[in-house]
């Protein structure tokens, strides 16, 4: 069974920062294409970021320069650095390979990120 673990969201003003952290005992991170994806309350889940196993990186337009995705291959940990939020930036927030987020499969529990003043 494969387990993602979302953590690090919160309340934050506008104009503040989060650093999302993506672990799993069961997969290694490196050597996947992974992504970093949200979920508004009444809207579709949408893919945010990507890196790949090879560190190519990719954005959702709305966040590009403003949110930056890394990972520690000795921590098995991906991240997802999020500056100048804005309240339209609210949502739950997920990571997933891209595989399996194609097939609607292995979804964690997410971490809530709320911007708000």
């Known amino acids: 069974q494969v387990q993602l673990v979302e953590s690090g969201g919160g309340l934050v003003q506008p104009g503040g920062s989060l650093r999302l952290s993506c672990t799993s005992p069961?997969?290694?991170?490196?050597?996947?294409?992974m992504g970093w994806y949200r979920q508004a309350p009444g809207k579709q889940r949408e893919l945010v970021a990507t890196?790949?196993?090879?560190?190519?990186?990719d954005y959702l337009d709305s966040v590009k320069g403003r949110f930056s995705v890394s990972r520690d291959n000795a921590k098995n940990t991906m991240y997802l650095q999020m500056n100048s939020l804005k309240p339209e930036d609210t949502a739950v927030y997920y990571c997933n390979t891209l595989i399996y987020a194609s097939r609607g499969i292995y979804w964690g529990q997410g971490t809530q990120v709320i911007v708000s003043s």
């Open positions: 890196i790949t196993e090879r560190g190519s990186t």
């Open positions: 069961t997969i290694v991170v490196r050597m996947n294409d």
